[in-house]
């Protein structure tokens, strides 16, 4: 019989800011209780401390930086989509040409980049897993609220309880869904008894470009109003992170203000004919499947 504490975590994103053992997601089996030195609590502080120690460094100029890029020069600001709230402008994009090598398969690829976001090469050639949590128990939560992900990747967003979506919006306008285009998840309904097999809906990252998301239900109130956000690729490090995301949803609440506010920005969605659609929003393609939904969970 095995008896030995056993320690383990979850290495994507690893070594960077946006490390989810450095946000705390961590396990533990056979492991001390509470005020013993090998706690679970103590091991899930000691991984919270490398995860802040990583943030801190990302935000510290290095020494080899010129002195123009380490003088502390104001960000540039601008104003959210309405409400008069000042929020950080979005720096340039590049569109880049590179050619990636992953073992013995090499292809050219072609996307946006955004200075901090990941590279475009894959950790494997279908790509990663990311699962996202929409949702529970008393939670307005995505959880993890943000991932770091490649061109290949997939995020498969796992509904729980009560009645969520997953929409595509931007920084500037958190709380609203881009008027024409980007994904949206629709309500997916989950009944307070469901315990398994929960529905989920998936999305294919084909950009490194940050990408902004809410739940854009508004009964009793506005969930995106209280938070409930997410991110893929925040640049962690960048005043465009995802605590400020998640700071200008709440600020403007996306709720009467959002009722009076000016269109959101468009883009465009092709049917494909096999009952999906294929969007593309700003160089990044999704593959979106919708199960239709008929009842409605508050």
């Not at 100029?61 to 402008?89: E, H, N, V, W």
């Amino acid at each position: 019989m095995y008896t030995a504490p056993v320690w383990v975590y979850c290495r994507q994103a690893g070594k960077t800011p946006a490390s989810h053992c450095g946000l705390g997601m961590v396990f533990a089996v056979n492991c001390g209780l509470d005020g013993q030195p090998n706690s679970f609590t103590n091991f899930k502080k000691s991984a919270l401390a490398v995860g802040a120690s990583l943030s801190a460094a990302a935000a510290t100029p290095s020494a080899t930086d010129s002195p123009a890029a380490s003088t502390d020069s104001p960000a540039a600001l601008t104003t959210a989509a309405y409400g008069d709230y000042t929020i950080p402008a979005a720096p340039s994009v590049t569109p880049v040409t590179q050619t990636v090598t992953l073992g013995n398969q090499v292809w050219t690829t072609t996307y946006n980049s955004y200075p901090g976001s990941p590279g475009p090469t894959p950790v494997a050639a279908e790509g990663a897993v990311h699962t996202v949590i929409v949702g529970g128990p008393g939670k307005l939560v995505f959880d993890p609220p943000f991932v770091a992900a490649q061109p290949r990747d997939t995020i498969v967003f796992e509904f729980q309880q009560k009645n969520h979506t997953v929409t595509q919006s931007s920084f500037a306008d958190p709380c609203r869904k881009l008027a024409s285009g980007g994904f949206d998840s629709d309500f997916v309904p989950v009944a307070d008894s469901v315990t398994s097999n929960y529905p989920t809906w998936s999305i294919t990252v084909n950009d490194t470009n940050p990408i902004w998301a809410y739940c854009r239900q508004k009964l009793p109130s506005s969930h995106c109003g209280t938070g409930m956000v997410f991110a893929i690729n925040p640049v962690q490090n960048s005043e465009r992170n995802f605590t400020a995301f998640q700071n200008v949803a709440k600020a403007i609440n996306g709720t009467l203000a959002a009722q009076s506010a000016p269109p959101a920005a468009t883009s465009t969605t092709t049917p494909n004919g096999n009952g999906a659609s294929s969007i593309r929003l700003g160089g990044a393609g999704f593959a979106v499947a919708v199960a239709a939904v008929i009842a409605t969970f508050l």
